[in-house]
């Protein structure tokens, strides 16, 4: 027997930073360089990893549909590994659903355990290389935070400003922190998002990263919770007390391109991303870069599109101009459309250190988000504006929400 796969998918109350976008579709499966970002992730790990039983989707919607009907296509078209959604009635927090379903999921070599809004080079391959070499408990990918906005560069095309960097300290205290000796890959201490009193210096003997959200697990991991619940945190509850106790808890590090999904903004990033590893260049010069288009879309003679998403069965009329923009299903825009948001390295900074709801306004005010079924008529200026369903735009529109 291989590795079985637990992929997190969360539920109706997480994903609130990416609205609009999640009102009528989870976040996991909306489409980012033409599939979701789930089945990129599967894709990535099924051609790495030759031993892989089975897929399990993690999640508490209380429509599980969608997701149901994810795993049959899946299953269609990976007839070799079982595919299956596993619904929690509640939520049990990050590792509630592990502990619950843990007779199913713990069987084999262990289980590869992923949160599924992280976006990276995945490397799936070298973290279980790693994993069976040092016959860990548990090993969890540790990313270098300082590298992040760097790969950002290395990747996409993005304008620099004055903001062109990105504060350790800030990026540490919006996610769990990893201590490992540079001379060891053992994790010496684990601190869940530690406040801003937490001091870290990063010219010391010890490597200070982030944690990057994969891990392999096997079923010794429970052994250090205290007592039986029904909510139970893999960062608090389980990894918190994983250096105190006697498993082997280590840290394959990297210095990967890694992102998550959290907003629109990161949608765009993200479908850049994936765009030029899959090398997708159109025939029209002037569509691209970072431009992935849906089924049944017609765009006008003239028109100038790049660093978009496009649904499907939009159209859009000639000479238009379309940059730092996501399109939604079914919208239609007239012809001499001006599409536009803005976005700097000081967009992307803040997007990463951004952590919650609240604000989130300001972030996506830097691209145009048209949702579904909107007329935008023409000669229309659309500027880092956000258009809820169903609606006609009649006047220029920036700087605002229009529901």
Not at 176 to 200: L, M, Q
Not at 360 to 365: E, G, K, Q, S, T
């Amino acid at each position: 027997m291989g590795y079985n796969v637990v992929i997190l998918v969360g539920g109706e109350t997480t994903g609130t930073r990416f609205r609009p976008l999640s009102i009528n579709s989870p976040k996991l499966l909306f489409a980012i360089a033409g599939r979701p970002l789930i089945e990129h992730i599967i894709d990535s790990l099924i051609s790495q990893v030759k031993e892989i039983d089975n897929v399990f989707l993690l999640g508490f919607y209380k429509d599980s549909s969608k997701f149901v009907q994810f795993t049959k296509d899946m299953e269609n078209k990976l007839p070799h590994i079982g595919f299956e959604y596993l619904s929690e009635a509640n939520s049990k927090g990050t590792a509630g659903g592990l502990y619950y379903f843990q007779d199913k999921l713990f069987q084999g070599k262990g289980i590869v355990f992923i949160h599924g809004d992280i976006i990276c080079d995945y490397p799936f391959k070298k973290l279980v290389d790693f994993h069976e070499k040092h016959t860990s408990n548990v090993t969890i990918l540790g990313i270098n935070p300082l590298t992040i906005v760097e790969n950002f560069k290395k990747y996409l095309s993005v304008k620099a400003d004055d903001s062109d960097q990105l504060v350790g300290d800030n990026i540490n205290n919006k996610f769990g922190t990893i201590v490992s000796p540079k001379s060891s890959v053992n994790v010496e201490h684990y601190v869940e998002k530690p406040s801003k009193d937490f001091t870290i210096q990063f010219n010391t003997k010890f490597d200070i990263l982030i944690n990057g959200g994969i891990y392999i697990l096997d079923k010794k991991i429970f052994e250090v919770l205290k007592g039986r619940r029904e909510e139970i945190s893999l960062e608090w509850d389980i990894l918190r007390n994983l250096p105190d106790s006697d498993l082997k808890f280590n840290v394959f590090k990297d210095n990967v391109f890694w992102y998550n999904l959290k907003t629109p903004l990161s949608a765009l990033l993200a479908n850049g991303f994936f765009l030029k590893q899959q090398n997708a260049v159109y025939d029209n010069e002037n569509i691209g870069p970072n431009v992935s288009i849906g089924k049944n879309v017609i765009i006008g003679k003239g028109t100038r599109i790049k660093n978009a998403i496009i649904g499907d069965n939009v159209v859009i009329g000639d000479n238009s101009f379309i940059n730092n923009a996501i399109i939604s299903n079914n919208v239609k825009i007239g012809k001499w459309g001006r599409i536009e948001g803005t976005i700097t390295n000081a967009t992307i900074c803040r997007d990463v250190i951004h952590t919650n709801s609240d604000g989130n306004i300001r972030l996506i005010n830097n691209i145009v988000v048209l949702c579904e079924n909107i007329s935008v008529l023409q000669d229309i200026f659309v500027f880092n504006s956000i258009v809820l369903p169903h609606k006609e735009l009649k006047f220029d529109t920036k700087y605002e929400i229009v529901m």
